[in-house]
Nanobody, 115 residues
Framework: QVQLVESGGGLVQAGGSLRVSCAAS????????MGWYRQVAGNQRELVAR???????TYAESVKGRFTISRDNAKNTVYLQMNSLKPEDTGVYYC?????????WGQGTQVTVSS
């Protein structure tokens, strides 16, 4: 079984920074894409950022230039550095990994940006 555990969410003022992390554990043979998704109450989860095993990154237009996704393969961990945060970045952030060819989700971490 594979588990994803997130950490690093919280409350921050607009213009501030946060870093969230997500680490995978369990029977892991390979991890391909790692990504972060955001969900606001009543809406579907939307892609925030994604990084492939080769290091290619994809960002939502709304976060380009402010957020940076990175991964540490030795630690099976993905990071999302969020700078210049805006109130509209508020939501529950979920990580999603492709592990051993299957999709796994983290439990979610709340990020709240106050104006």
């Amino acid at each position: 079984q594979v588990q994803l555990v997130e950490s690093g969410g919280g409350l921050v003022q607009a213009g501030g920074s946060l870093r969230v992390s997500c680490a995978a554990s369990g029977s892991i043979f390979s991890i391909n894409a790692m990504g972060w998704y955001r969900q606001v109450a009543g809406n579907q989860r939307e892609l925030v950022a994604r990084i492939t095993s080769g290091g290619t990154t994809t960002y939502a237009e709304s976060v380009k230039g402010r957020f940076t996704i990175s991964r540490d393969n030795a630690k099976n961990t993905v990071y999302l550095q969020m700078n210049s945060l805006k109130p509209e970045d508020t939501g529950v952030y979920y990580c999603r990994f492709t592990v051993n060819g299957r999709l796994y989700w983290g439990q979610g971490t709340q990020v709240t940006v106050s104006s």
